[in-house]
Protein backbone atom coordinates (compact mmCIF):
# COMPACT_ATOMS: atom_id res chain seq x y z
CA UNK A 1 0.00 0.00 0.00
CA UNK A 2 1.23 3.33 -0.68
CA UNK A 3 0.10 6.94 0.98
CA UNK A 4 0.19 10.04 -0.62
CA UNK A 5 0.61 13.41 0.22
CA UNK A 6 0.10 16.57 -2.54
CA UNK A 7 1.27 19.64 -1.76
CA UNK A 8 1.75 23.72 -3.30
CA UNK A 9 -1.74 24.81 -3.99
CA UNK A 10 -2.18 27.57 -3.54
CA UNK A 11 -4.08 31.16 -4.49
CA UNK A 12 -2.53 32.22 -8.04
CA UNK A 13 -3.31 35.24 -10.68
CA UNK A 14 -4.48 34.10 -14.15
CA UNK A 15 -1.36 33.35 -16.45
CA UNK A 16 0.70 32.25 -13.67
CA UNK A 17 2.43 29.13 -12.90
CA UNK A 18 2.63 26.85 -9.93
CA UNK A 19 3.84 23.21 -9.22
CA UNK A 20 2.06 21.03 -7.20
CA UNK A 21 3.79 17.80 -5.68
CA UNK A 22 3.06 14.52 -4.58
CA UNK A 23 5.49 12.80 -2.13
CA UNK A 24 4.58 8.68 -1.74
CA UNK A 25 5.63 6.66 1.37
CA UNK A 26 4.81 3.22 2.02
CA UNK A 27 6.13 1.78 -1.22
CA UNK A 28 8.47 2.13 -3.82
CA UNK A 29 6.71 4.68 -6.67
CA UNK A 30 7.78 3.25 -9.50
CA UNK A 31 5.97 0.45 -9.16
CA UNK A 32 2.65 2.70 -10.01
CA UNK A 33 1.65 4.79 -12.73
CA UNK A 34 0.68 8.03 -11.54
CA UNK A 35 -2.03 10.45 -12.06
CA UNK A 36 -3.41 13.68 -11.61
CA UNK A 37 -7.27 14.86 -11.25
CA UNK A 38 -8.97 17.62 -10.20
CA UNK A 39 -12.46 18.92 -8.95
CA UNK A 40 -14.18 22.06 -9.31
CA UNK A 41 -17.09 22.93 -6.95
CA UNK A 42 -20.23 20.90 -7.87
CA UNK A 43 -18.57 18.68 -10.74
CA UNK A 44 -17.16 15.45 -11.49
CA UNK A 45 -13.54 14.47 -10.35
CA UNK A 46 -11.92 14.53 -13.43
CA UNK A 47 -8.80 13.31 -14.89
CA UNK A 48 -5.92 16.14 -15.79
CA UNK A 49 -2.86 14.52 -16.22
CA UNK A 50 -1.11 10.80 -15.96
CA UNK A 51 2.51 9.35 -16.74
CA UNK A 52 3.69 5.90 -16.94
CA UNK A 53 5.94 3.81 -14.08
CA UNK A 54 9.16 4.87 -16.03
CA UNK A 55 8.11 8.16 -16.71
CA UNK A 56 8.74 7.58 -20.51
CA UNK A 57 4.58 8.09 -21.41
CA UNK A 58 2.76 10.41 -20.69
CA UNK A 59 -0.74 11.60 -21.21
CA UNK A 60 -3.33 14.90 -20.96
CA UNK A 61 -6.22 15.90 -20.98
CA UNK A 62 -7.14 18.37 -23.89
CA UNK A 63 -8.02 21.23 -21.39
CA UNK A 64 -4.15 21.26 -20.09
CA UNK A 65 -2.89 20.28 -22.94
CA UNK A 66 0.10 22.52 -23.71
CA UNK A 67 0.11 23.69 -20.24
CA UNK A 68 0.65 21.28 -17.99
CA UNK A 69 3.48 19.06 -17.48
CA UNK A 70 3.38 15.88 -15.43
CA UNK A 71 6.44 14.22 -14.05
CA UNK A 72 8.12 12.08 -11.54
CA UNK A 73 11.29 11.09 -9.70
CA UNK A 74 11.29 7.76 -8.75
CA UNK A 75 14.36 8.11 -6.40
CA UNK A 76 12.90 10.74 -4.63
CA UNK A 77 9.41 8.91 -4.85
CA UNK A 78 7.83 12.14 -6.21
CA UNK A 79 5.64 12.94 -8.88
CA UNK A 80 4.59 16.84 -10.31
CA UNK A 81 2.03 18.51 -12.07
CA UNK A 82 4.20 21.60 -13.51
CA UNK A 83 1.09 24.11 -14.47
CA UNK A 84 1.59 27.04 -16.77
CA UNK A 85 -0.68 30.19 -18.47
CA UNK A 86 -3.43 28.87 -15.58
CA UNK A 87 -6.75 30.17 -16.11
CA UNK A 88 -9.54 30.70 -13.87
CA UNK A 89 -11.03 27.63 -15.00
CA UNK A 90 -8.73 25.33 -13.46
CA UNK A 91 -9.70 25.96 -10.28
CA UNK A 92 -10.20 22.67 -8.15
CA UNK A 93 -8.91 20.44 -5.57
CA UNK A 94 -6.04 18.51 -7.35
CA UNK A 95 -5.91 14.92 -6.18
CA UNK A 96 -2.96 12.38 -6.95
CA UNK A 97 -3.65 9.47 -7.37
CA UNK A 98 -1.54 5.54 -8.15
CA UNK A 99 -2.20 3.09 -10.16
CA UNK A 100 -1.24 -0.46 -10.30
CA UNK A 101 -2.67 -1.38 -13.88
CA UNK A 102 0.61 -1.76 -16.54
CA UNK A 103 -0.69 1.05 -19.01
CA UNK A 104 -1.69 4.53 -18.59
CA UNK A 105 -5.56 5.27 -17.28
CA UNK A 106 -7.12 8.16 -17.55
CA UNK A 107 -10.54 6.74 -15.82
CA UNK A 108 -10.48 6.94 -12.11
CA UNK A 109 -11.71 3.47 -11.16
CA UNK A 110 -7.87 2.26 -12.21
CA UNK A 111 -6.19 3.95 -9.91
CA UNK A 112 -6.60 2.27 -5.65
CA UNK A 113 -4.81 4.93 -4.11
CA UNK A 114 -5.39 9.13 -3.24
CA UNK A 115 -3.91 11.86 -1.64
CA UNK A 116 -5.90 14.21 0.17
CA UNK A 117 -5.97 16.57 -2.31
CA UNK A 118 -4.24 20.19 -2.25
CA UNK A 119 -6.49 23.72 -3.38
CA UNK A 120 -5.58 25.41 -6.55
CA UNK A 121 -6.78 28.56 -7.06
CA UNK A 122 -6.83 30.73 -9.85
CA UNK A 123 -7.97 34.38 -9.65
CA UNK A 124 -8.44 36.20 -13.09
Known amino acids: QVQLVESGGRLVQAGDSLRLSCAAS????????MGWFRQAPGKERDFVAAISRSGGSTRYADSVKGRFTISRDNAKNTVYLQMNSLKPEDTAIYYC?????????????????WGQGTQVTVSS
Open 97 to 113: AASKTAVIATSRRNYEY
Open 26 to 33: GRTLSTYA
